[in-house]
């Protein structure tokens, strides 16, 4: 039965402790500085910086606005301008899409004609 305890005992505390280093060696930038010259930074490891560098200013808020928004008019202008110019584009590639018709030399036109009026004449 003593066994068994210290069976479950060690497998659920050996892990924990065993993350709990592992953690903390994931948070060792101040304790290297602290460690000897060895133990620590290689020599040649270039010198922390005096001053960290600063994280963005996230809840600042930008300056106002120079320029003042635009009015509903311009802004039903601007749309109506837009869309124009989305219409005209979309003509434009409807034409360049169509293949361009082929056209009949007019001799050949002529005579399909009379040939279609003669054939209406002897069909009555």
């Known amino acids: 039965m003593l066994q068994r305890i210290v069976r479950v005992f060690g497998r659920s505390v050996l892990p924990a ?8 060696g994931c948070s060792s ?12 930074e290689p020599a040649d490891a270039p010198a ?7 994280y963005p200013a996230v809840h600042d808020m930008p ?8 009015s509903e008019d311009q802004q039903i202008k601007l749309e109506s301008d ?6 005209r584009q979309e ?3 409807k034409a360049a899409a169509m293949p361009p018709k082929k056209k009949k030399p007019a001799a050949a036109a002529a005579d399909q004609d ?5 054939g209406a004449k002897t069909n009555p």
């Open 17 to 24: 402790l065993g993350l709990a280093v592992a953690l903390c």
């Open 29 to 40: 930038g101040a304790f290297i500085d602290k460690l000897p010259g060895e133990m620590g």
């Open 48 to 54: 922390r910086l005096a001053n960290p560098y600063a």
């Open 63 to 70: 300056p106002p606005r120079a320029t003042p928004t635009m």
């Open 82 to 87: 837009l869309a124009a110019v989305r219409d």
């Open 91 to 93: 003509t434009r590639e």
């Open 114 to 118: 009379a040939n279609a009026q003669d």
